[in-house]
């Protein structure tokens, strides 16, 4: 689904509910400061969410970040991954009235809460929000990559 967006490489799909489930493995180098993958939540280019790993101060950091219209990004979490290897797994889950967002470095690890945010921060309009994959490298030339072995969504009402 094209954005408009210059700024990502992002393939998404709509979502059917504001209560939903989705996971994606991400297999990741990071190499120079800027670049990121990860998953994300929109209406539209003023209205989104992103959850990522970007390569930030030489260090692996997930990455929380909204952006609401006339405003700029806000980064509601970051949290340096010291025993990131190349592996990531993420999940965004909806309970009750907010989304909650996971990760976690082993497939067979428990999964770690990073934060939670109202649904209404991205659903403003209470329509649903489209979901998708995305990369960028701050618009700097990369010839990196990122490898999204596994997407999954759920309906959860």
Do not use: M
Not at 124 to 153: E, H, V, W
């Amino acid at each position: 689904q094209n954005t408009e967006n210059k700024e990502f490489n992002l393939i998404s799909i709509s979502a059917i509910t504001n209560y939903l489930q989705a996971t994606t493995t991400l297999n990741f180098n990071p190499k120079i400061n800027g670049e990121q993958a990860g998953i994300c939540l929109y209406q539209n280019n003023e209205n989104h969410l992103l959850f990522k790993l970007k390569k930030e101060d030489n260090e692996n950091v997930l990455v929380l970040q909204t952006k609401t219209p006339n405003q700029p990004y806000i980064i509601q979490k970051d949290l340096v991954l010291d025993k990131y290897l190349n592996h990531l797994e993420l999940k965004i889950g909806t309970v009750k009235e907010n989304y909650y967002f996971y990760y976690r470095l082993k497939s067979n690890d428990l999964w770690e809460i990073v934060d939670s945010l109202p649904i209404n921060l991205v659903s403003k309009t209470n329509s649903p929000p489209k979901i998708g994959l995305f990369t960028s490298s701050d618009n700097q030339p990369s010839k990196n990559y990122a490898a999204f072995d596994l997407f999954r969504y759920y309906e959860l009402k």
